[in-house]
């Protein structure tokens, strides 16, 4: 059994590349070999040290990434079908759940399975087994009862492996939104979730898709994947003016559904006021604790909008997502969100590129990809 190659995160903006012990697959166990691993917003909070890392567990290096798509490397003699019950052999594409959900406590029972308190085993510490439980590594084991779907040919690695989280995670909010033929949407951030989010909405049926950003290139991007609109911060400087144009371009009401996929707090209020009455908001980007703003509750009860707060996804959303992509994959430039490949020895450099996409005048990376 072959020893896997990791790029173990030791510290803000500090990686090494490590051998991990290779995992013995027990019953019911699958042993991916990654493919592809992007660069989460998540994942760049880790890196600058403003989150740690490690959620369950022993303390000390992890494997970051939980992006990622792979093939099967190893698959336990008693597994021969995916989760949706086609048949499924080594060397076989998969993408699959990168949260654990224990279906052993009340969350779970009640089908809760993205809220599962337990759900974090992968990022643990690198001395406890299966050892690579993050995307940035060479393997990633999958426990037993473990959600793996299979990805038709037609899918590239890139649009696979940005199934998780970007393109599920939205996909699962607008549904969450309930979201209806005819709606107005506002995505408030066209990185790598807003740019899926804008292409997920105009699948779902809606009228128009307004897509926000202060980056350009990540508005024609999102132009190009379904946004029929787009704001440019820049341009409308307050949030008032901005408020404004959504009121312009959704016949005075305010939009059905609006998303955050910003991750910072300020942009909240801003969003509840875009969201017309009786229309949801949809909190996904402000992940990190002390995402502190003011916000005025009454806003909200006179308003009666619904705010729908969305971490990870039902694992039915896999597949649905996997369909999407595949679907409309000559309608959507989205593999362009994974712009930048790098080998896993180059992750700095990648995380570096992830760091300043859109920051600078000649950067066009919206999305850096590590593949082992
Ligand atoms: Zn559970
Ligand atoms: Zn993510």
Request: net charge negative; hydrophobic share 40%.
């Amino acid at each position: 059994m072959e020893k896997g190659r990791a790029a173990v995160f030791v510290g803000p903006r500090h990686f090494e590349m490590t051998e991990l012990p290779p995992v013995p697959v027990g019953p019911g166990g699958i042993r991916v070999r990654i493919l592809a691993g992007g660069i989460c917003g998540s994942d760049l909070h880790f890196w600058r040290g403003e989150i740690e890392p490690i959620l369950t567990g022993k303390q000390g290096p992890v494997i970051l990434g939980h992006e990622m798509a792979g093939v099967i490397d190893t698959l336990a003699p008693d597994i021969s079908t995916d989760s949706m019950g086609r048949p499924l052999k080594e060397g076989d594409r998969v993408v699959f759940t990168y949260f654990f959900p224990c279906r052993r406590c009340y969350n779970c029972l009640r089908g809760e399975l993205n809220h599962c308190p337990t759900r974090f085993r992968f990022r643990a510490s690198i001395e406890e087994f299966p050892y690579c439980n993050g995307g940035f590594a060479e393997y990633y084991y999958l426990f037993p009862g473990h959600f793996v779907f299979k990805v038709p040919d037609e899918l590239s690695n890139e649009a696979a492996a940005a199934v998780n989280c970007a393109a599920a995670q939205v996909v699962y909010g607008l549904r969450q939104a309930n979201l209806q033929l005819g709606d107005h949407v506002v995505i408030q951030g066209a990185g790598g979730l807003g740019i899926n989010a804008a292409a997920a909405a105009k699948e779902m049926g809606a009228a128009s898709v307004i897509s926000i950003d202060g980056v350009p290139s990540r508005l024609e991007l999102a132009r190009q994947c379904g946004a029929d609109q787009t704001i440019d911060i820049n341009e409308y400087d307050t949030s008032e003016a901005r408020i404004e144009r959504v009121k312009e371009l959704t016949e005075g009401r305010g939009a059905d559904v609006v998303m955050e996929v910003v991750g910072y707090p300020q942009v909240v209020p801003e969003g509840i006021a875009m969201t017309r009455k009786g229309g949801a908001f949809v909190e996904i980007g402000n992940i990190w604790p002390g995402s502190n703003v003011t916000l005025d509750v009454s806003k909200v009860l006179w308003g009666q909008v619904r705010i729908i707060p969305v971490t990870h996804y039902d694992p039915y959303i896999l597949p649905v997502t996997v369909d999407m992509l595949t679907r409309t994959r000559d309608k959507y430039p989205l593999t362009r969100v994974m712009s930048h490949t790098f080998p896993l020895e180059r992750i700095g450099e990648a995380f570096e590129a992830a760091e300043w996409a859109g920051k600078t005048e000649d950067s066009a990376v919206t999305r850096a990809m590590v593949a082992p």
